[in-house]
């Protein structure tokens, strides 16, 4: 089973770029979907993307379509998240997570993420205005 863990959080100013990386050990990435995940101070947890590690074709939510790029390292099993044009909105506890997932890529993914993935500890991601 893949063990995730996110890192790379820090702090940005509004309009800048940062990049996180989710490192995982335990299996290939080969059957398996992975998703990044943030949650802010007082809200729910929230779906960003996704990606699927047989032919890395990719999800998003329309919050961070055209400004976060998901991406894949299959011989380091690492995921990637490049965030740019952040604002303070996106200031969160960001966590990637992963689950076994050999269908298209949909809001179900995120929702079997979210449900029934395996989760590691998340990277904060502050955003200053």
């Not at 959080?9 to 050990?25: F, N, P, R, T, W």
């Not at 949909?106 to 993935?117: C, D, I, R, S, V």
Request: aromatic share 10%.
């Amino acid at each position: 089973e893949v063990q995730p863990q996110a890192s790379g959080g820090g702090l940005v100013q509004a309009g800048g770029s940062l990049a996180l990386s989710c490192a995982a050990s335990g299996d290939t990435f080969e059957n398996y979907a992975l998703g990044w995940f943030r949650q802010a101070p007082g809200k729910e947890r929230e779906g960003i993307s996704c990606i699927r590690g047989s032919d890395s074709t990719t999800y998003y939510q329309d919050s961070v379509k055209g400004r976060f790029t998901i991406s894949i390292d299959n011989a380091m099993n690492t995921v990637h998240l490049q965030m740019n044009g952040l604002n303070p909105e996106d200031t969160a506890i960001y966590y990637c997570a992963a689950v076994i997932w050999r269908l298209p890529l949909a809001e179900p993914t995120m929702t079997a993420l979210m449900n029934f993935g395996s989760w590691g500890p998340g990277t904060l991601v502050t955003v200053s205005s």
